[in-house]
């Protein structure tokens, strides 16, 4: 099992082609109802990602840990084939997705807000932060047949969160540096250490909206069942226009692998 | 599979965003130990200790101080500073030139030096002033009573200076400490009035200014590194507002030398306690009423070895190199530890009380040790005497004024 998950993922992300389509029928692997029929795909899928600022700001020196918590989706496409190799569909997904990390950052410049009580400056040392989010994500996306067997779809999305959370702490890191300068970098120096870490948690600040694109690969393994890899990528900053605790824009970035079923 | 999958992404992502980038310089520019060097450091200065400062990170005036009949002229000076900054002695017509450790600079007849540390990526620098001064000798007895009082640099809240120059030595930069700077990191919307340490116009015992220690909420800044209430605090020595966070007891450092052997404090105290005394999680705990705090601690200042002592927040009134010890009494438990209870008999109340502190001394002052300020006085005051472990409650207030300090006059 595990070795043909993984073979399946290289094959989705080599985007090969597959030798295999010389021998396939459009007609045997299409749609169930004619060429250009419509239908239904019911999708389960493990989801693994991470959200991030990209490009890295050059304040991150090191990741220590990336470590994403195993996600889960759930949820159903509504397709239309126009045409032998074209089609669309509209999806609704439910997802579970979720990552910690731990990064080594140097004068991080951050700002805190909590009460009418502002507390700002650089930071230096190891930044832990967890995060989940579990929502509802509604792609838009064009179809295309690549082979009998291979589709692959592409499109934007649009997710909205109905609970999320970015929490972690700050403290020092493994040669024992960690502390903020408070206001700028010629203000007071507070050292922050693992003993007693500075908590933070965001999660009010995250915007309930998303806006990305999505990019999905179905291979179909036999006449009901697909197996798929597909990958949402945000495009909009995860945090509210005026949060400036975290100093640059981040973005979801999420991949799921798993099964499908045609009717 | 999930591991492989996640370095796959990561892996990802990092290509995407073409590794790490360059590392920033640096942006820091203190002055982190200053030091001169003497043939004789023994002879010069009080303690060979006092050949080497460790200078705060707020702070940006460094003296070394030397016996009042000793002189200096040319001194070598070594600065550490940030890893990349570059040092400057800035001269008279204000013109700066480049500071190399070990260079000479002439410290007679106390001439202040100012020195510019410019960061390793030039766009940040500080100013510090570095003198060696005169520790002249004081006379014994002493009364401090709050009126010196101004905001500091930032506008944000109170200090009081020592203008009485037998006593400024006896405090560190001249000034009474308190944790007000450490609450204004947690509480920057607060007001100048509403800090733990303020000054109160017109309200002493004797009709002028006196001092209010208040144990105040630290907000949500405080409950997120677990340090909920902040003691109102008076004392003489060290906050080393850096380390508050870390380890807030050894932040608080008391005391600084003195020549005299004192034998009793007395102060104008009044205390009110707060409603509910609360623990390090902001519980309230059952059967326990807040206390105030004021105590006096004379103590070696320096071990066998030649390294300085200085009594913190952990053991300010059990570290073996304590000589004698006045306190406002409370009750202890039977290895001296302090009893939090309802039954409190320290006396105090909402009216203004003359309270006489006598020092208990466990060891014998040597004259000549003293003489040559091999001993430290401590004097501190808090709101809630188990402050300096976020217990305590909130709205304690402790009242002080006209603090005396008694020596013994057989001392020479």
């Known amino acids: ?263 | 599979m999930r591991k492989y999958f996640s370095r796959f992404l990561f892996l990802g992502v990092v290509v995407l965003t073409s590794c790490f980038g360059k590392e920033p310089l640096n942006t820091e520019c203190d002055i982190e130990v200053a030091s001169v060097h003497v043939e004789n450091p023994a002879e010069v200065f009080h303690h060979e200790y006092d050949t080497l400062k460790v200078v705060n990170s707020a702070s940006d005036n460094i003296v070394f101080l030397i016996r009042s009949y000793e002189n200096v002229a040319q001194l070598p000076l070594s600065l550490r500073i940030t890893q990349g900054a570059t040092a400057y002695i800035l001269n008279e017509d204000g013109s700066a030139e480049k500071f190399r450790n070990g260079s000479l600079v002439d410290f007679s007849n106390e001439k202040t030096w100012k020195f510019r540390i410019v960061s390793e990526d030039k766009a940040w620098s500080r100013v510090y002033s570095i003198k060696v001064a005169h520790d002249y000798p004081t006379e014994g007895d002493f009364c401090l009573d709050f009126e010196n009082y101004a905001l500091d640099a930032t506008g944000k809240y109170y200090e009081w200076s020592i203008t009485d120059a037998n006593v400024a030595n006896v405090f560190t930069d001249a000034k009474w400490k308190n944790g007000n700077p450490g609450y204004k990191l947690s509480k920057s919307s607060a007001k100048p009035m509403e800090y733990p340490s303020v000054p109160l116009v017109g309200e002493g015992p004797d009709g002028s200014a006196c001092v209010k220690l208040e144990t105040k909420d630290t907000g949500s800044f405080g409950s997120m590194v677990n340090m909920r209430l902040a003691s109102g605090s008076m004392f003489n020595g060290i906050f080393d507002v850096s380390n508050a966070l870390k380890d807030a007891l050894r932040a608080t450092r008391f005391g600084s030398p003195f020549a005299h052997k004192p034998v009793k404090m007395t102060v104008w105290l009044k205390y009110e306690p707060g409603a509910t005394f609360q623990n390090r999680l902001g519980k309230p705990v059952e059967g326990v009423i807040d206390e105030p705090d004021a105590y006096v601690v004379f103590y070696r200042n320096q071990d066998e070895a030649g390294n300085e002592v200085m009594i913190d927040g952990t053991d300010m009134f059990t570290n073996p190199y304590i000589m004698g010890i006045g306190r406002l009494s409370h009750n202890l438990n039977e290895d001296g530890s302090d009893k939090m209870g309802d039954t409190p008999i320290h006396g105090l109340n909402s009216q203004w009380k003359l309270v006489e502190i006598p020092l208990v001394y466990t060891k014998e002052v040597d004259q000549d040790i003293l003489a040559n300020k091999g001993y430290s006085l401590a004097i501190s005051f808090a709101s809630s005497w188990q402050g300096g472990n976020f217990q305590g409650a909130i709205g304690s207030k402790l009242y002080i004024d006209n603090v005396s300090v008694y020596c013994d006059k057989d001392e020479y």
């Open chain 1, 1 to 263: 099992m595990m070795n043909k998950m993984r073979y399946i993922l290289a094959m989705v992300v080599l985007l090969s082609a597959t030798v295999m389509q010389g021998q396939d029928s459009w007609e045997k692997w299409g749609p169930t109802k004619g060429m250009n029929g419509a239908g239904v795909v019911v999708r389960a899928g493990y989801t693994l990602g991470g959200t991030s600022p990209i490009p890295l700001p050059k304040e991150v020196r090191s990741i220590n840990t990336f470590a994403p918590k195993g996600g889960a989706t759930i949820g159903v496409d509504v397709y239309k084939m126009f045409c032998k190799r074209w089609g669309a569909s509209v999806g609704w997904h439910f997802f579970y997705e979720g990552f910690h990390t731990s990064a080594d950052v140097k004068n991080y410049k951050m700002s805190l807000t909590m009460d009418g009580n502002t507390m700002s400056g650089y930071f230096t040392g190891t930044d832990v932060t967890n995060t989940d989010m579990w929502g509802m994500t509604m792609p838009v996306m064009a179809t295309l047949r690549m082979s009998p067997r291979w589709n692959f779809s592409f499109g934007p999305y649009l997710s909205t969160y109905f609970k999320r959370n970015f929490s972690g702490e700050v403290y020092d890191n493994k040669d024992g540096i960690g502390y903020l300068r408070v206001d700028d970098p010629t203000g007071e120096k507070v050292n922050i250490d693992r003993n007693n870490p500075a908590t933070y948690d965001f999660s009010d600040n995250m915007l309930q909206w998303n806006v990305g694109l999505e990019f999905c690969f179905d291979w179909k393994a036999c006449r009901h069942m697909n197996v798929f890899g597909k990958l949402d990528w945000g495009m909009t900053n995860i945090w509210e226009r005026d949060f400036d605790a975290v100093a640059f824009k981040m973005y979801p970035i999420y991949a799921t692998i798993g099964l499908a079923y045609r009717y």
